[in-house]
């Protein structure tokens, strides 16, 4: 598909927020026939974590993959909008890991700091909504896992050690539109390592929290679990499901209860566990992906949920998968061209869905954001 956007420059390393975006210095018309594409030259040296819709267009959240680099220069939060120009914004310096959800207007993205988290908001226009709220969590080697928008708000989820000799403990906070603190519970489950993988809102305001337990020695591996919070962060139920449920590829909401997603690298085959809307598992299946990797992203559709595998053999590329949790209803293949491999960016739109990959180009790999229709294919002009 022929890029139209190139050139996006990175800004420089920030302690915070701008307040007024960066715009791209080489910008051209964006959009046409209703598609949307971003792409970010191969010297930015990024990779896209997430995508999310935001308003008629999209954001997605980038940093550098060293370590050292996403803790002086942060992330880069990008929107893109049908007929606007694109904008770019360094965000969060100083943080280790980055997360980001978008609502009506308006997207947001926490960071962890050692003993904290960093959150700010911007509206669509990439405009300051929320000045940078930084919110104490204690111990040491906090984590941020996921973000969530809520009805008054937003909910971040992580985890954190009480000091290195400790295992981790999940935790979450609730903030309002303005980011100051609501409530927050701890999820500790085991005296091993407990993280949260998904946040979920329902519909009555209660909060679903997917996550897991790393055991060690005599019992290592995962086992999952799942837990419903009231709007005041009080625990109505809890789901322990062991080694049997291990929704480490996160959790979607379906019509009438659950998706629970984990890869299974030695059958090559996404494990989904389908659940009531108390947590009981009623059924397990497997959907297996000839040549996978690994599974890289989940989200809902109307009937159920797509998947996005990325494939090495017999040809690099992306496949993505729907199924109603028991059986692949129809799969789309995008061919690498020259080494294309998705990062964890996958989101659904009520057109279709968003996807974020590098890709192989002459000059090296280039970063692109990528809109597909409701069955999967590549937004045509």
Not at 10 to 34: I, M, N, Q, Y
Not at 54 to 61: K, P, S
Not at 345 to 359: E, F, H, K, V, W
């Amino acid at each position: 598909m022929r890029a139209l956007w190139v050139g996006v420059a990175v800004v420089g390393s920030l302690a915070g927020c701008r307040k007024t975006p960066r715009r791209a210095p080489e910008s051209t018309a964006f959009a046409t026939a209703g598609c949307l594409e971003y792409v970010e030259p191969a010297a930015s040296g990024l990779t896209w974590w997430s995508v999310a819709p935001l308003g008629d267009g999209m954001a997605a959240l980038g940093f550098p993959p060293r370590m050292d680099d996403r803790v002086r220069d942060g992330a880069l939060l990008v929107g893109v909008a049908r007929g606007g120009a694109p904008w770019s914004q360094r965000i969060l310096a100083g943080g280790n890991s980055f997360e980001m959800a978008t609502r009506p207007g308006e997207v947001a993205a926490a960071a962890s700091r050692g003993d904290s988290f960093d959150f700010v908001s911007l509206d669509s226009a990439g405009h300051e909504h929320a000045a940078r709220r930084s919110h104490e969590i204690g111990g040491v080697a906090a984590m941020v896992n996921d973000i969530v928008a809520v009805s008054d708000g937003w909910v971040i989820a992580g985890s954190s050690r009480a000091d290195w000799s400790s295992g981790e403990h999940a935790w979450i906070v609730r903030v309002d539109r303005d980011g100051k603190e609501r409530w927050r519970q701890t999820i500790d489950l085991s005296e091993h390592d407990d993280f949260v993988t998904q946040l979920l809102p329902d519909a009555d305001g209660g909060l679903l929290v997917a996550g897991a337990v790393l055991g060690v020695s005599p019992h290592p591996g995962f086992s999952g679990w799942l837990t419903k919070l009231d709007e005041r962060g009080r625990r109505l139920w809890l789901r322990e499901y062991g080694d049997r449920v291990v929704p480490l590829e996160g959790a979607v909401a379906l019509a009438d209860g659950f998706a629970l997603v984990n890869w299974d690298g030695d059958r090559g085959a996404a494990t989904v566990a389908l659940t009531d809307r108390i947590g009981v598992v009623h059924e397990m299946h497997e959907i297996p992906i000839a040549g996978a990797q690994e599974l890289t992203g989940a989200a809902p559709t109307p009937g159920g949920l797509v998947l996005a595998f990325q494939l090495l053999d017999p040809q690099p590329g992306v496949v993505v998968v729907a199924s109603d949790g028991k059986r692949e209803l129809w799969r789309s293949w995008h061919p690498a061209g020259r080494g294309w491999v998705i990062s964890r960016s996958l989101a659904a739109r009520p057109d279709g869905y968003l996807i974020g990959s590098m890709r192989g180009a002459p000059d090296g790999e280039v970063l692109w954001l990528r809109q597909l229709d409701s069955l999967g294919e590549e937004c045509k002009r």
